[in-house]
């Protein structure tokens, strides 16, 4: 069974950084291409960047040039690294398989951005 689970969120001010991680159980990790999605409170989960098997990465127009992806396949680890956080940042961010992800959800991570 798929378990995914996620850590490094907190309370920071705007214009500082983060850095969340996740590592998964139970599957190939090294085969998949990874995603960091988020989900605000009253909105729908979004993918915000992803990084592919061979290391090539996108974004959501929202947070290029600020969040990087990146992945240890010798840890089933992925990263993100957050800089220049806004407000609307504020999310609970998850890891997953993308752009269609494993039927399993982690905790996810609690990222808020505010003064």
């Known amino acids: 069974q798929v378990e995914l689970v996620e850590s490094g969120g907190g309370l920071v001010q705007p214009g500082g950084s983060l850095r969340l991680s996740c590592t998964a159980s139970?599957?190939?990790?090294?085969?998949?291409?990874w995603g960091w999605y988020r989900q605000a409170p009253g909105e729908q989960r979004e993918l915000v960047a992803r990084?592919?098997?061979?290391?090539?990465?996108t974004y959501v127009d929202s947070v290029k040039g600020r969040f990087t992806v990146s992945r240890d396949n010798a840890k089933n680890t992925v990263y993100l690294q957050m800089n220049s956080l806004k407000p609307e940042d504020t999310a609970v961010y998850y890891c997953?398989?993308?752009?269609?992800?494993?039927?399993?959800w982690g905790q996810g991570t609690q990222v808020t951005v505010s003064s």
């Open positions: 990084i592919t098997d061979g290391d090539s990465t």
């Open positions: 997953n398989r993308a752009p269609i992800g494993y039927p399993y």
């Open positions: 139970g599957i190939i990790f090294s085969l998949d291409t």
